[in-house]
């Protein structure tokens, strides 16, 4: 049922139509959201990575707008706006195609060949082109539109081959380091090495370098009573959370490296990335907003460029700063039975990864949809957890980055630096896209 439901409104109107010839069919953002909803289950069934989860979505989101520049002249390519990417071939030879469903089926084909388990993203397009037929679309207008998409698409894998992304996937695992107090050392109850150690490496799409806005240094690690760092750590060790904070710190988990002991086994939850969880926000505010498919294209890819930028920044400074997490600080200080509220993820603490970027999201959305854009946060109920209304996306942007305070799993100056930076982030992906 739901997935005759997903294509509900293409279908009715291709429906309408009194002959297969006069079928045009209009998509809009909810169009997208669903490409990028179908990109997020995979992800969760692959288990990927957020920063690589990020990945995935800005070369996915920016070949269904490299489509829609060509075909629509309020829209400029990114060729000159972002890092190194060449002019784009449009295919002119082929004729009928249209140019909605053929930047949707460009993040199809992309999202296809990056994720590991692109088969289903595969099956999604399967059933997704079978109703169009269905509903009376000219199989030659979707014939074209598919040539049309995989033109594009080869150019945008080959922008993305460039990114330096298969090198560091080659390097050797990272090597916490062992002899010197107050570094990062993996967590339990899994005990994952780190996670993407070099993805400072990787290209950024509007960056200079991932060190261009590298924040304050964290307060150092001591175990004198007093100081900066000790105060943190029993700040977080003696808060009695309430019930609206635990909340908040289920709400934003967003952790997908989440498990659960089972006796010998440990079982995953398969949660969504944070990053999947805002390019969800911004399919909500795209439809809330009456932003039509081509404004809405632009904003899913400044967002996921902004995701994969902050991630670049933010995992810089977490592999210079090497902090250690609170639940391994806590336990060798205050209380060795002490358990966070949130499973820690598998890397260093400082900066947090959640504070960056949803500062960068929040920046870049509210440039699209105003200051007091009001709307409510349905993204997670199908993960089991119920919506939140927030009054602005900087609202959403300090809940997210607190709620790593409240679980346990960040100190206070890694919270608020992040957002600062997510700040820079943003406001660097508006500037290069001349927002």
Not at 122 to 127: E, G, L, M, T, V
Not at 405 to 415: E, M
Request: aromatic share 10%; proline share 6%; charged share 20%.
């Amino acid at each position: 049922m739901k997935k005759i439901l997903a294509f509900a409104s293409i279908v009715l109107l291709l429906i309408c139509c009194k002959s297969k010839q006069e079928a045009q069919v209009r998509f809009g953002a909810v169009d997208i959201s669903r490409v990028i909803g179908e990109m997020t289950e995979t992800m969760v069934h692959d288990v990927t990575n957020p920063p690589l989860a990020a990945r995935f979505f800005a070369y996915t989101c920016l070949a269904g707008y490299e489509v829609v520049a060509q075909n629509n002249k309020d829209f400029a390519s990114m060729k000159g706006r972002i890092n190194d990417l060449p002019a784009l071939q449009k295919p002119d030879s082929i004729k009928g195609y249209n140019a909605q469903l053929a930047a949707l089926l460009a993040m199809m084909q992309v999202a296809e060949k990056l994720q590991p388990s692109g088969k289903m993203i595969q099956a999604y397009h399967n059933r997704l082109t079978d109703s169009l037929q269905q509903a009376g679309l000219d199989a030659a207008v979707l014939d074209a539109s598919e040539r049309y998409a995989a033109v594009v698409t080869k150019q945008v894998l080959q922008y993305a081959r460039g990114d330096g992304y298969r090198t560091i996937s080659n390097y050797p695992r990272y090597t916490p380091v062992s002899n010197q107090q107050g570094t990062w050392y993996p967590t339990p109850p899994a005990y994952m090495a780190a996670v993407e150690p070099h993805f400072k490496m990787v290209r950024p799409f509007t960056l200079d370098s991932a060190a261009q806005f590298k924040p304050d240094a964290p307060a150092p690690y001591t175990t004198q009573k007093g100081t900066p760092f000790y105060q943190m750590m029993e700040e977080i060790y003696r808060h009695k959370l309430t019930d609206e904070e635990k909340a908040i710190a289920a709400f934003w988990d967003c952790n997908p490296f989440a498990v659960q002991d089972n006796g010998h086994l440990l079982v995953g939850l398969k949660k969504i990335s944070p990053g999947a969880h805002w390019l969800g926000i911004t399919g909500i505010a795209c439809a809330k907003g009456g932003k039509n498919f081509e404004q809405s294209m632009e904003i899913f890819t400044a967002v996921s460029m902004g995701l994969m930028d902050g991630f670049i920044c933010c995992w810089d400074e977490k592999y210079r700063s090497n902090r250690i997490r609170p639940e391994t600080a806590i336990r060798q200080n205050l209380d060795p039975e002490w358990k966070p509220l949130l499973q820690t993820p598998p890397f260093p603490e400082y900066l947090s990864g959640h504070s960056t970027i949803s500062g960068a999201s929040a920046t870049i959305l509210t440039r699209y949809f105003g200051d007091a854009f009001a709307y409510e946060d349905t993204v997670e109920i199908r993960y089991g957890l119920p919506a939140r209304k927030f009054s602005s996306f900087r609202q959403a942007a300090e809940e997210a980055a607190i709620s790593r305070l409240y679980g346990g799993i960040h100190f206070k100056d890694a919270v608020a630096n992040g957002l600062v930076q997510g700040e820079l982030v943003g406001k660097q992906v508006l500037k290069k896209l001349g927002k």
